[in-house]
């Protein structure tokens, strides 16, 4: 009986993927192992949403090989898929426009499945919970809302009250710290799931770059097909991490104008 009143739940992930590692896919199983134990949540699926080209960090190739990496690489998983959506917006889209958009395609869906059957037998359970959207991150996101001119307030606030966090835990980084910091996170603490990874892996994009520019092997640290395909396209050297070099990050760019803007409101 109980696991028919579970709210299903669509996990999200936005972030660079360049490349897309075996630690970003780690976090969707430790994130669904945590939902599923909560007794509350039944995930159904998961969405790795890359990062426009717009979004100006350093050393960032281009969203098609991002894209193509990251759907390689979730070949082996039955429940993750890639979204290119936000991939294929001109500029940088904030996180929470992200999420809004993804939440309302899963709600639409959800409306017409469930319309669908209670056209047929109407024996559909009315009362089921509606499905719920949340972001999967690593640790160090939290850190990310202390930063001067990143995050606007309000969608701060959006992003943990109307849809909420999954944070794994990397590390010596301590995600329970930034909760009792911020006074948003604190506020919503119900809404923001805080998970221990024990099984340690402390690979990271950055690194995994690094090792490429030297000619290092990455075995093991990425997916054989991704390793493949960034042999076959050379796609990180010491050329391509200079893209993007001196350039402000679009979202500090963008928030800056929205503040100004509001000011003079």
């Known amino acids: ?158 992003l943990v009250s109307r849809f909420g966090l999954v944070c794994i835990s990397r590390g010596s980084l301590q995600p329970e710290r930034a909760v009792h910091e911020s006074d948003t996170l604190h506020r919503h603490r119900q809404n923001v799931f805080l998970v221990r990874e024990w099984v340690r892996n402390e690979s990271s994009a950055t690194e995994i770059r690094r090792a490429l520019r030297r000619g290092q092997s990455v075995k093991y640290l990425i997916p054989d097909s991704v390793m493949e395909y960034i042999q076959q396209h050379n796609l990180y050297t010491q050329d391509s991490e200079r893209r993007n070099e001196g350039t402000a990050l679009r979202p500090l760019i963008k928030q800056a104008h929205q503040h100004i803007n509001s000011l003079n409101d």
């Not at 098609?64 to 936000?86: C, G, P, Y």
């Not at 939440?103 to 469930?114: A, F, N, P, V």
Request: proline share 5%.
């Open 1 to 158: 009986m109980m696991a028919t009143c579970r709210i299903p739940l669509v996990l999200l992930a936005c972030g660079s993927f360049n490349p897309i590692t075996n630690q970003h896919m780690r976090l969707f199983e430790l994130a669904r192992d945590h939902m599923h134990y909560t007794g509350q949540f039944e995930v159904v699926g998961g969405i790795v949403s890359p990062v426009s080209d717009g979004y100006g960090k350093q050393g960032l190739v281009q969203a098609k090989h991002r894209i193509f990496m990251a759907k390689l690489a979730l070949q082996s998983s039955n429940w993750v898929t890639v979204d290119e959506w936000e991939s294929q917006q001109p500029d940088w889209t904030e996180t929470v426009v992200t999420m809004r958009y993804h939440y309302s395609r899963i709600l639409k869906e959800y409306e017409q499945r469930t319309g669908a059957h209670r056209g047929g037998h109407g024996n559909i359970n009315i009362s089921a919970p509606p499905p719920q959207l949340k972001l999967v991150c690593g640790a160090d996101f939290l850190s990310t809302f202390k930063i001067p001119g990143l995050w606007l307030d309000d969608h701060v606030e959006e």
